[in-house]
């Protein structure tokens, strides 16, 4: 099956168990000379690893791993996303698109598992110490979700001709949708002191805009490698962006498919009311990380422009201004409301 958790890890690891000892060891040592800061949660540091923050305990440890032994084929296609930007809606987009000759909607594997089941997040794998199945007992295409940044891509997926579908956010709904995910949990520090490290580009993943500057300019490298999606284009023109989403990961809709009115029908299945709605996505738990969180806390409201609701107009402000610096002359902007 295209995208199941069961099959889509194409990682090898031939290490026994001495050498996977060794391994760890290595890296515990690598990560003790690495830089820290504070992190958003109260209790906890974060990592600097390449130049982008990772949380403490297994993050840090998951990259590492992708990058000795992730190996895409050039069939796959890979999602990456900054952390809060749409991963979730993607998953679901992505797997329908994929999938969408296999399951029938009444029976559709969206309405009994989380999207995030369907399409496995590989530095969740890596940190968790999974083995992973050989290549070639796989079927191929395989989708896969990362957040890694551009330039700590493993070199095989850089050597491949696999396709890369990144998905980013104006950067105050990331921020504000990053800050209500942790809260959840309770331990979050204050807003402000949040904001204070997001500005520095303190969190997880981040520096937010070298994460999006990274792939955006990958992207005008290579347009026919990687596609670079806003989630608000997504939600303003669902229609055109899931059809050139189908195109870019080698799955257009055929006239017909058109015609019987299939692209709509993957824009229910995968709206945020619909999902949101489903009992899998409302009880229980799942793995996200090192953590286990909700299946309900990645649908929240959802909307362009909550930030409206968080932040004062001089926090606003002041990421408009570190953005106009950041992202100047590359061309990239962010619409951060729904009028715009
Ligand atoms: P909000 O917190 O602003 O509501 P990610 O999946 O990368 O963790 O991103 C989570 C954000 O995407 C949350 O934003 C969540 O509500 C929103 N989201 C989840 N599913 C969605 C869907 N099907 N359509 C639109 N937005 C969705």
């Not at 990682?11 to 504070?38: C, G, M, V, Y």
């Not at 669902?238 to 993957?266: D, N, T, W, Y």
């Amino acid at each position: 099956m295209a995208g199941s958790p069961e099959n889509a890890m194409v990682l090898s690891s031939t290490a026994d168990e001495d050498e996977k000892q060794r391994e760890s060891r290595s890296k515990r040592e690598i990560i003790s000379t690495l830089p820290t800061e504070k992190a958003w949660k109260i209790q906890g540091l974060m990592y600097q690893y390449q130049g982008f923050w990772y949380y403490s305990g297994g993050a840090v440890e998951g990259v590492m791993w992708m990058q000795k032994c992730f190996k895409a084929r050039n069939e796959d296609v890979l999602l990456v996303s900054f952390p809060k930007c749409g991963t979730t809606w993607l998953k679901s987009l992505m797997f329908s698109i994929m999938n969408r000759t296999r399951y029938d909607f009444s029976a559709h594997p969206l309405l009994t598992s989380s999207p995030h089941e369907l399409v496995p997040f590989l530095e969740f794998y890596a940190e968790q110490n999974i083995p992973f199945p050989d290549l070639d007992t796989l079927s191929s295409p395989q989708l896969f979700h990362t957040h890694i940044a551009f330039t700590s891509l493993p070199q095989p997926v850089i050597d491949s001709q696999c396709r890369i579908v990144y998905i980013c956010r104006n950067p105050k709904d990331v921020f504000v949708s990053s800050f209500c995910f942790l809260s959840r949990w309770n331990i979050v520090v204050p807003l402000e002191e949040a904001f204070e490290l997001f500005c520095k580009g303190i969190s997880v993943y981040g520096p937010f805009w070298d994460h999006v500057l990274g792939y955006w300019k990958a992207s005008l490298a290579s347009p026919q490698r990687i596609l670079f999606l806003k989630y608000e284009d997504v939600k303003r023109d669902s229609l055109c962006q899931v059809k050139r989403l189908a195109e870019f990961m080698g799955f257009p809709f055929s006239s017909e498919e058109e015609g019987q009115g299939l692209i709509h029908e993957i824009m229910e299945l995968c709206s945020f009311e619909n999902l949101r709605n489903l009992k899998v996505n409302k009880t229980g738990a799942i793995s996200v990380g090192n953590v286990s969180t909700g299946k309900d806390t990645f649908f929240r409201k959802g909307e362009v422009g909550d930030w409206k609701n968080h932040l004062t107009a001089e926090m606003a402000d002041r990421i408009d201004r570190i953005m106009e610096e950041k992202l100047k002359g590359s061309g990239l902007t962010f619409s951060d409301s729904c009028d715009s």
